[in-house]
C-alpha cells in the first residue's frame, strides 16, 4: 500500500516542497541577497535529494514518477504564489506629474515617502518629476496614494537590484531578512 500511495504522495509532497523553495531561492538571489539565497539552496538541495532519491530508489513504480511530475508542476505555481506573497526586492517608482495645482512630492513626503524630484518638460509644457525607492511589498499602497492624488500622472515601475547610500533602507541582521515592509 505504501509504495502504490503513500510513496507518491511523499514524493509529490517533496517535490512541491522543492520547487516553491527553489523558486524563493532564485529571486534571493537575483534580489543581490547571496547569503540567504545560499541558506535557502542548502534547504532546496536536501529536499531535493531526498524526492529524487525515493524515484529512483523505486523506478519500477510508475506513480512515483507521476508524484515527482506532478509536484514538480505544482511545485512551480505554488512557488510563484508564495514569491507573490513574500514580495522581495525593491522598486523604483518614477511619476511624471502633469498637474501644477497638484504638489506631489510634497504631498507624499509628508506620509513619510522619501520622493527626489525634478522639474522637468513634458508634450504639454513644465512637469513634476518624482522618483522613490520602495519595497515591493509598499508598492500598491503607493500606487494607490498616487492615483488618488493626482490621477493624471504618468507611473512607470522599475526592479531596483540594491540601494547604496543615502538612508532608505538600514542595515539588518542576517535572520531578518523575510520581514514584512510596512
Do not use: C
Not at 525593491?90 to 512630492?105: G, K, T, Y
Not at 515617502?113 to 522639474?119: A, E, K
Amino acid at each position: 500500500m505504501w509504495e502504490l500511495i503513500g510513496l507518491p504522495i511523499a514524493v509529490f509532497v517533496l517535490k512541491v516542497v522543492e520547487l516553491t523553495v527553489s523558486t524563493i531561492r532564485t529571486i534571493l538571489a537575483v534580489s543581490a541577497m547571496g547569503k540567504q539565497a545560499a541558506v535557502v539552496g542548502f534547504i532546496e538541495a536536501t529536499i531535493g535529494v531526498a524526492a529524487i532519491g525515493a524515484v529512483v530508489t523505486h523506478l519500477g513504480n510508475p506513480f512515483a514518477i507521476l508524484g515527482y511530475a506532478a509536484g514538480f508542476s505544482v511545485g512551480i505555481v505554488a512557488g510563484t504564489k508564495v514569491e507573490e506573497w513574500l514580495a522581495l526586492g525593491l522598486r523604483l517608482v518614477q511619476i511624471v506629474n502633469p498637474d501644477p495645482v497638484v504638489p506631489l512630492a510634497a504631498q507624499l513626503r509628508s506620509r513619510g515617502y522619501r520622493v527626489t524630484s525634478l522639474p522637468g518638460v513634458g508634450r504639454s509644457g513644465a512637469v513634476e518629476i518624482g522618483l522613490i525607492l520602495v519595497r515591493r511589498r509598499s508598492l500598491p499602497m503607493l500606487l494607490s496614494i498616487i492615483s488618488t492624488l493626482a490621477p493624471r500622472a504618468f507611473i512607470t515601475v522599475q526592479r531596483s537590484e540594491r540601494s547604496i547610500g543615502g538612508s532608505f533602507m538600514s542595515e539588518r541582521p542576517w535572520w531578518d531578512w523575510f520581514r514584512r515592509a510596512t
